[in-house]
Protein backbone atom coordinates (compact mmCIF):
# COMPACT_ATOMS: atom_id res chain seq x y z
CA UNK A 1 0.00 0.00 0.00
CA UNK A 2 1.33 3.57 -0.94
CA UNK A 3 1.75 6.19 1.88
CA UNK A 4 -1.18 8.64 1.41
CA UNK A 5 -0.64 11.75 0.53
CA UNK A 6 -2.20 14.05 2.23
CA UNK A 7 -2.65 17.77 1.23
CA UNK A 8 -3.56 20.54 3.84
CA UNK A 9 -5.00 23.76 3.21
CA UNK A 10 -5.50 27.12 4.85
CA UNK A 11 -3.20 29.09 7.11
CA UNK A 12 -4.45 30.02 10.27
CA UNK A 13 -2.67 33.35 11.87
CA UNK A 14 -3.35 34.02 16.07
CA UNK A 15 -1.90 36.94 17.52
CA UNK A 16 1.71 37.86 17.00
CA UNK A 17 2.56 34.08 15.83
CA UNK A 18 1.07 31.76 13.00
CA UNK A 19 0.21 27.90 13.36
CA UNK A 20 -0.59 25.47 10.11
CA UNK A 21 -4.29 24.07 10.94
CA UNK A 22 -5.67 21.49 8.85
CA UNK A 23 -9.28 22.55 7.73
CA UNK A 24 -9.51 20.84 4.69
CA UNK A 25 -8.01 17.47 2.90
CA UNK A 26 -7.53 16.11 -0.10
CA UNK A 27 -6.49 13.34 -0.98
CA UNK A 28 -4.27 11.15 -3.80
CA UNK A 29 -3.74 7.94 -4.10
CA UNK A 30 -5.25 4.91 -6.11
CA UNK A 31 -4.12 2.06 -3.92
CA UNK A 32 -5.75 2.86 -0.60
CA UNK A 33 -7.40 0.84 1.17
CA UNK A 34 -8.00 2.66 4.38
CA UNK A 35 -7.93 6.10 5.42
CA UNK A 36 -8.11 7.11 9.03
CA UNK A 37 -7.93 10.98 10.07
CA UNK A 38 -9.42 11.25 12.99
CA UNK A 39 -8.67 14.06 15.29
CA UNK A 40 -7.02 16.08 12.71
CA UNK A 41 -9.37 20.01 12.85
CA UNK A 42 -11.16 18.81 9.81
CA UNK A 43 -13.89 20.27 8.29
CA UNK A 44 -13.80 19.61 4.56
CA UNK A 45 -12.16 16.69 2.37
CA UNK A 46 -12.51 15.73 -0.86
CA UNK A 47 -12.63 11.66 -2.09
CA UNK A 48 -11.06 10.76 -5.19
CA UNK A 49 -13.29 8.05 -7.41
CA UNK A 50 -11.46 4.54 -5.56
CA UNK A 51 -13.03 0.74 -5.68
CA UNK A 52 -10.57 0.25 -2.98
CA UNK A 53 -11.02 2.19 -0.24
CA UNK A 54 -13.32 -0.09 2.61
CA UNK A 55 -13.09 1.76 5.73
CA UNK A 56 -12.54 5.80 6.35
CA UNK A 57 -12.16 7.19 9.74
CA UNK A 58 -13.33 10.57 9.99
CA UNK A 59 -13.80 10.75 14.14
CA UNK A 60 -13.57 13.72 16.45
CA UNK A 61 -13.29 16.53 13.19
CA UNK A 62 -15.29 19.07 12.65
CA UNK A 63 -17.46 18.25 9.88
CA UNK A 64 -21.10 19.71 9.92
CA UNK A 65 -22.24 17.11 7.20
CA UNK A 66 -21.06 13.75 5.88
CA UNK A 67 -18.83 15.00 2.89
CA UNK A 68 -20.58 14.75 -0.41
CA UNK A 69 -17.33 13.01 -1.85
CA UNK A 70 -17.77 9.90 0.21
CA UNK A 71 -20.50 8.74 -2.48
CA UNK A 72 -17.28 7.99 -5.04
CA UNK A 73 -15.87 5.32 -2.73
CA UNK A 74 -18.09 2.71 -4.35
CA UNK A 75 -16.58 -0.07 -2.29
CA UNK A 76 -16.42 2.03 1.01
CA UNK A 77 -18.29 -0.62 3.50
CA UNK A 78 -17.86 1.36 7.09
CA UNK A 79 -17.74 4.69 7.29
CA UNK A 80 -16.73 6.50 11.20
CA UNK A 81 -17.64 10.12 11.94
CA UNK A 82 -17.76 10.02 15.80
CA UNK A 83 -17.87 12.94 17.52
CA UNK A 84 -18.37 15.65 14.74
CA UNK A 85 -21.21 18.32 14.22
CA UNK A 86 -23.39 16.15 11.75
CA UNK A 87 -27.25 16.75 11.77
CA UNK A 88 -28.36 15.87 8.51
CA UNK A 89 -28.11 11.75 7.26
CA UNK A 90 -28.07 12.41 3.15
CA UNK A 91 -29.72 11.07 0.42
CA UNK A 92 -26.50 8.96 -1.49
CA UNK A 93 -25.94 7.12 1.74
CA UNK A 94 -28.64 4.88 0.42
CA UNK A 95 -27.44 4.66 -2.62
CA UNK A 96 -24.20 3.07 -1.40
CA UNK A 97 -24.72 -0.84 -1.88
CA UNK A 98 -21.87 -1.43 -0.05
CA UNK A 99 -21.68 0.25 3.15
CA UNK A 100 -22.35 -1.57 5.89
CA UNK A 101 -21.68 0.31 8.60
CA UNK A 102 -22.15 3.57 9.75
CA UNK A 103 -20.73 5.36 13.42
CA UNK A 104 -22.29 9.12 14.21
CA UNK A 105 -22.17 8.44 17.48
CA UNK A 106 -21.98 12.17 19.63
CA UNK A 107 -22.90 14.48 17.19
CA UNK A 108 -26.16 16.08 16.55
CA UNK A 109 -28.75 13.74 14.31
CA UNK A 110 -31.87 14.40 13.65
CA UNK A 111 -33.51 11.03 13.19
CA UNK A 112 -36.59 12.18 10.71
CA UNK A 113 -38.25 9.56 8.65
CA UNK A 114 -36.23 10.77 5.84
CA UNK A 115 -32.92 10.06 7.76
CA UNK A 116 -34.07 6.45 8.46
CA UNK A 117 -35.07 5.69 4.38
CA UNK A 118 -31.47 7.14 3.70
CA UNK A 119 -30.00 4.48 6.07
CA UNK A 120 -32.27 1.30 5.32
CA UNK A 121 -29.41 -0.31 3.91
CA UNK A 122 -26.94 -0.34 6.99
CA UNK A 123 -25.93 -3.82 8.93
CA UNK A 124 -24.03 -1.91 11.63
CA UNK A 125 -25.86 1.51 12.88
CA UNK A 126 -24.52 3.15 15.73
CA UNK A 127 -26.42 6.66 17.09
CA UNK A 128 -25.30 6.93 20.87
CA UNK A 129 -24.88 10.91 22.28
CA UNK A 130 -27.17 12.10 19.31
CA UNK A 131 -30.18 13.65 21.89
CA UNK A 132 -32.64 11.99 20.13
CA UNK A 133 -36.13 11.98 22.48
CA UNK A 134 -38.20 9.92 20.05
CA UNK A 135 -37.90 7.19 17.03
CA UNK A 136 -39.36 7.80 13.84
CA UNK A 137 -42.65 5.61 12.94
CA UNK A 138 -40.80 4.19 9.89
CA UNK A 139 -37.66 2.86 12.12
CA UNK A 140 -39.16 -0.23 11.34
CA UNK A 141 -37.70 0.23 7.75
CA UNK A 142 -34.21 -0.29 9.33
CA UNK A 143 -34.66 -4.05 7.84
CA UNK A 144 -31.27 -4.44 7.13
CA UNK A 145 -29.93 -3.39 10.83
CA UNK A 146 -28.29 -6.26 12.87
CA UNK A 147 -26.69 -4.21 15.47
CA UNK A 148 -28.58 -0.86 16.67
CA UNK A 149 -26.80 1.27 18.68
CA UNK A 150 -28.79 4.14 20.62
CA UNK A 151 -27.14 4.30 23.88
CA UNK A 152 -26.99 7.84 25.82
CA UNK A 153 -29.58 9.04 24.43
CA UNK A 154 -33.53 10.32 25.86
CA UNK A 155 -35.61 7.59 24.40
CA UNK A 156 -38.32 6.17 26.55
CA UNK A 157 -40.56 4.28 24.25
CA UNK A 158 -40.16 2.85 20.51
CA UNK A 159 -42.67 3.23 17.91
CA UNK A 160 -44.86 -0.08 16.93
CA UNK A 161 -42.78 -0.50 13.70
CA UNK A 162 -39.67 -1.87 15.80
CA UNK A 163 -41.32 -4.76 15.96
CA UNK A 164 -40.09 -5.23 12.48
CA UNK A 165 -36.49 -5.43 12.85
CA UNK A 166 -36.10 -9.01 12.26
CA UNK A 167 -32.62 -8.98 11.73
CA UNK A 168 -31.69 -7.26 14.74
CA UNK A 169 -29.62 -9.50 16.64
CA UNK A 170 -27.80 -6.60 18.77
CA UNK A 171 -29.65 -3.95 20.53
CA UNK A 172 -28.04 -1.35 22.85
CA UNK A 173 -30.48 1.13 25.36
CA UNK A 174 -27.48 2.17 27.43
CA UNK A 175 -28.44 5.17 29.39
CA UNK A 176 -31.79 6.33 28.49
CA UNK A 177 -34.78 6.56 30.14
CA UNK A 178 -37.09 3.52 29.53
CA UNK A 179 -38.96 2.50 33.02
CA UNK A 180 -39.82 -1.09 31.46
CA UNK A 181 -38.65 -2.67 28.53
CA UNK A 182 -41.27 -1.98 25.63
CA UNK A 183 -43.63 -5.19 24.13
CA UNK A 184 -41.67 -4.54 20.94
CA UNK A 185 -38.67 -5.78 21.56
CA UNK A 186 -39.87 -9.05 22.75
CA UNK A 187 -41.16 -9.92 18.92
CA UNK A 188 -37.48 -9.75 17.25
CA UNK A 189 -36.61 -13.37 18.16
CA UNK A 190 -32.89 -13.24 16.92
CA UNK A 191 -31.64 -11.08 19.31
CA UNK A 192 -28.34 -12.28 21.17
CA UNK A 193 -27.62 -9.15 23.02
CA UNK A 194 -29.84 -6.72 24.97
CA UNK A 195 -28.57 -3.53 26.81
CA UNK A 196 -30.70 -2.21 29.27
CA UNK A 197 -28.09 -0.67 31.48
CA UNK A 198 -28.54 2.71 33.27
CA UNK A 199 -32.26 3.24 32.60
CA UNK A 200 -35.10 3.67 35.40
CA UNK A 201 -36.71 -0.17 35.01
CA UNK A 202 -38.58 -1.36 38.02
CA UNK A 203 -39.34 -5.07 36.66
CA UNK A 204 -38.83 -7.06 33.75
CA UNK A 205 -42.42 -7.61 31.45
CA UNK A 206 -42.57 -11.83 31.83
CA UNK A 207 -42.66 -11.60 27.84
CA UNK A 208 -38.79 -11.89 27.76
CA UNK A 209 -38.91 -15.41 27.78
CA UNK A 210 -39.69 -15.55 24.45
CA UNK A 211 -36.25 -14.02 23.50
CA UNK A 212 -34.82 -17.43 23.52
CA UNK A 213 -31.75 -17.04 21.59
CA UNK A 214 -30.54 -14.57 23.90
CA UNK A 215 -26.99 -14.81 24.89
CA UNK A 216 -25.88 -11.35 26.75
CA UNK A 217 -28.58 -9.70 29.07
CA UNK A 218 -27.30 -6.49 30.80
CA UNK A 219 -29.95 -4.81 33.35
CA UNK A 220 -27.50 -3.57 35.88
CA UNK A 221 -28.05 0.23 37.59
CA UNK A 222 -32.02 -0.10 37.31
CA UNK A 223 -34.45 -1.11 40.12
CA UNK A 224 -35.32 -4.15 39.21
CA UNK A 225 -36.99 -6.47 42.22
CA UNK A 226 -37.79 -9.54 41.19
CA UNK A 227 -37.11 -11.16 37.56
CA UNK A 228 -40.00 -13.18 36.25
CA UNK A 229 -39.71 -17.20 36.55
CA UNK A 230 -40.12 -17.12 32.08
CA UNK A 231 -36.20 -15.83 32.46
CA UNK A 232 -36.00 -19.78 33.22
CA UNK A 233 -36.36 -20.35 29.39
CA UNK A 234 -33.58 -18.41 28.30
CA UNK A 235 -31.07 -21.14 28.42
CA UNK A 236 -28.85 -19.91 25.93
CA UNK A 237 -27.45 -17.10 28.03
CA UNK A 238 -23.43 -16.41 28.15
CA UNK A 239 -23.51 -13.14 30.36
CA UNK A 240 -25.94 -11.76 32.32
CA UNK A 241 -25.53 -8.78 34.73
CA UNK A 242 -27.91 -7.14 37.23
CA UNK A 243 -25.75 -5.63 39.79
CA UNK A 244 -27.24 -2.51 41.35
CA UNK A 245 -30.11 -3.10 41.23
CA UNK A 246 -33.39 -4.08 44.06
CA UNK A 247 -33.15 -7.90 43.88
CA UNK A 248 -33.81 -10.27 47.42
CA UNK A 249 -33.81 -13.27 46.06
CA UNK A 250 -31.86 -14.80 42.71
CA UNK A 251 -34.37 -17.27 41.67
CA UNK A 252 -33.71 -21.28 41.36
CA UNK A 253 -34.18 -21.38 37.55
CA UNK A 254 -30.35 -19.42 37.15
CA UNK A 255 -29.29 -23.77 37.62
CA UNK A 256 -31.03 -24.20 33.92
CA UNK A 257 -27.91 -21.66 32.88
CA UNK A 258 -25.72 -24.14 32.15
CA UNK A 259 -24.00 -21.90 29.37
CA UNK A 260 -23.72 -19.83 31.43
CA UNK A 261 -20.22 -17.84 31.84
CA UNK A 262 -20.07 -14.39 33.72
CA UNK A 263 -22.84 -12.92 36.20
CA UNK A 264 -23.14 -10.03 37.93
CA UNK A 265 -25.09 -9.93 41.19
CA UNK A 266 -23.19 -7.54 42.95
CA UNK A 267 -24.57 -4.37 45.05
CA UNK A 268 -28.15 -5.43 45.27
CA UNK A 269 -30.10 -6.79 48.55
CA UNK A 270 -29.79 -10.40 47.92
CA UNK A 271 -30.25 -12.93 50.62
CA UNK A 272 -29.98 -16.06 48.86
CA UNK A 273 -28.36 -17.40 45.82
CA UNK A 274 -28.94 -20.74 44.59
CA UNK A 275 -26.04 -23.27 43.99
CA UNK A 276 -24.30 -22.02 41.20
CA UNK A 277 -21.66 -25.17 41.67
CA UNK A 278 -23.56 -27.36 39.16
CA UNK A 279 -22.65 -24.47 36.14
CA UNK A 280 -19.28 -26.07 34.83
CA UNK A 281 -19.10 -22.97 32.19
CA UNK A 282 -19.34 -20.31 34.87
CA UNK A 283 -15.94 -18.32 35.66
CA UNK A 284 -16.63 -15.23 36.63
CA UNK A 285 -19.04 -14.55 39.29
CA UNK A 286 -19.58 -10.84 41.28
CA UNK A 287 -22.08 -11.13 44.88
CA UNK A 288 -20.41 -8.46 46.55
CA UNK A 289 -22.55 -6.12 49.02
CA UNK A 290 -25.66 -8.29 49.44
CA UNK A 291 -27.22 -9.49 52.38
CA UNK A 292 -25.73 -13.28 52.22
CA UNK A 293 -24.91 -15.18 55.51
CA UNK A 294 -24.30 -18.65 53.99
CA UNK A 295 -20.80 -19.01 52.76
CA UNK A 296 -20.86 -20.49 48.69
CA UNK A 297 -17.78 -23.13 49.94
CA UNK A 298 -18.24 -25.12 46.68
CA UNK A 299 -18.00 -21.86 44.55
CA UNK A 300 -14.76 -20.66 46.77
CA UNK A 301 -13.28 -24.11 46.01
CA UNK A 302 -14.58 -24.41 42.61
CA UNK A 303 -11.48 -25.67 39.71
CA UNK A 304 -13.50 -23.86 36.94
CA UNK A 305 -14.61 -20.08 38.55
CA UNK A 306 -11.83 -17.77 37.57
CA UNK A 307 -13.27 -14.66 39.69
CA UNK A 308 -15.47 -15.01 42.81
CA UNK A 309 -16.08 -11.46 44.16
CA UNK A 310 -17.99 -11.98 47.70
CA UNK A 311 -16.47 -8.80 49.94
CA UNK A 312 -19.28 -6.89 51.85
CA UNK A 313 -21.35 -9.69 52.69
CA UNK A 314 -22.89 -10.81 56.39
CA UNK A 315 -21.09 -14.06 56.25
CA UNK A 316 -19.94 -15.53 59.79
CA UNK A 317 -17.21 -17.76 59.79
CA UNK A 318 -15.79 -19.64 62.46
CA UNK A 319 -12.00 -19.40 63.09
CA UNK A 320 -10.86 -22.61 61.23
CA UNK A 321 -13.53 -21.54 58.44
CA UNK A 322 -11.46 -18.00 58.23
CA UNK A 323 -8.37 -20.42 58.54
CA UNK A 324 -10.11 -22.81 55.76
CA UNK A 325 -11.13 -19.76 53.50
CA UNK A 326 -7.56 -18.18 54.08
CA UNK A 327 -6.25 -21.44 52.35
CA UNK A 328 -7.88 -21.47 49.48
CA UNK A 329 -7.63 -18.01 48.84
CA UNK A 330 -4.36 -18.51 48.62
CA UNK A 331 -4.24 -22.01 46.27
CA UNK A 332 -6.58 -19.55 43.77
CA UNK A 333 -3.66 -17.30 42.96
CA UNK A 334 -0.91 -19.52 42.95
CA UNK A 335 -3.18 -20.40 40.33
CA UNK A 336 -4.59 -17.13 38.53
CA UNK A 337 -7.42 -17.38 39.64
CA UNK A 338 -9.09 -14.47 41.93
CA UNK A 339 -10.99 -14.67 45.28
CA UNK A 340 -12.05 -11.77 47.00
CA UNK A 341 -14.00 -12.71 50.05
Not at 31 to 44: E, F
Request: no cysteine.
Amino acid sequence: MKKLLLFFSILLFWGNGFAQKPQKAVLKSDTLQQVNLSNKHLKRIRFPKNSRIAFVDLSENRFHRIPRSVKRLKNLKRLEMEDNHIKRIPHFLRKMRSMQEVDLNFNAVQLNKRAVKNLGGIRILSLAGNHIRQLPENTGSLKSVRKLNLAKNELSAVPASFARLDSLKILIFYKNHFDTIPAEIFRLHHLIELDFYYNNLRSIPPAIGRLKNLKQLFLSFNHIRVLPDSMQYLTQMRYLYIHHNDLTVMPDWIKNYTRLQRLGLGYNHLFFVPDLSGLKKLKEIDLQHNNLSHFPWKLAESSTVQILILRNNPFILTSNEQEKLTRIEKAKLEHGYTLIP
